[in-house]
């Protein structure tokens, strides 16, 4: 090999070498420029945590009197539901020798007859001991306050006219409409055995009152009751 072809040879290496160089800081300059790639991070419990699970929601408890029957009253402004299957006497005006009256109807179980479990009555505010909640040369009852503190009054002087031993425990008591109202728990000879409950209403003139007989009616009554609301 002569001298001038030894030193192209040796210049066409040189050019291939500059070129894989340049090639070579190239590439390592774009990849640092682009920065090192997204990694995707999984996260995974610590190990002994159970994993929450969805809560299924609670189902809205079915509305046991939606099919019950409705009593209405347009002359004294009333409204109640009550079993279908619980038949009652037909409203009647019941007057005394005050010249006044009660409302009052019975409220029979599912048997019919003879298995009366409440009655309902409508009294006038005005109306007297002992067939009323007012009392001789007092002001009629006004308001539930007044009428709670008449309910012991009535108890008191029935114990003491009668010879009973009769008490009486008092308690608020709220409709599903959000009337208040009172419930009163009556005791006899026995100050455990309920001898009746009952549950009072008052809207000016009246007082609207559920009572139960014995304190196995009292389930059925208290759901009649909670259904009350006035109508006027």
Do not use: C
């Not at 009256?101 to 029979?108: E, K, P, R, V």
């Not at 209403?201 to 759901?223: H, M, Q, T």
């Amino acid at each position: 090999m002569n001298m001038d072809n030894q030193k192209g040879f040796t210049n066409i290496v040189l050019i291939a070498v500059i070129v894989i160089l340049v090639g070579t800081v190239g590439y390592f300059a774009l990849t640092n420029k682009q920065g090192p790639a997204t990694q995707q991070t999984i996260t995974t419990p610590p190990a002994g945590i159970p994993t929450p699970t969805p809560q299924a929601s609670t189902p809205t408890p079915a509305d046991e009197t939606a099919n019950w029957k409705t009593h209405r009253n347009e002359e004294f402004g009333f409204e109640f539901h009550y079993p279908k299957e619980f038949p009652f006497g037909a409203g009647q005006k019941v007057p005394d020798t005050q010249g006044a009256y009660n409302y009052i109807f019975n409220i029979s179980g599912p048997r019919g007859v003879g298995e009366s479990i409440a009655d309902f009555n409508v009294t006038p505010q005005e109306k007297l001991y002992p067939f009323g909640f007012s009392f001789k040369g007092e002001q009629p009852i006004r308001s539930l306050s007044q009428l709670k503190i008449n309910i012991q009054r009535y108890v008191e002087a029935k114990n003491s006219v009668e010879q009973v031993r009769e008490s009486v425990q008092i308690t608020d008591f709220t409709t599903r409409e959000n009337l208040s109202g009172l419930k009163a728990v009556y005791y006899g000879n026995s100050p455990q055995q309920p001898s009746a409950v009952t549950y009072y209403f008052y809207k000016d003139p009246y007082i609207y009152w559920f009572r139960s007989f014995g304190l196995e009616a009292d389930g059925n009554v208290s759901k009649i009751a909670s259904t009350f609301k006035f109508i006027k």
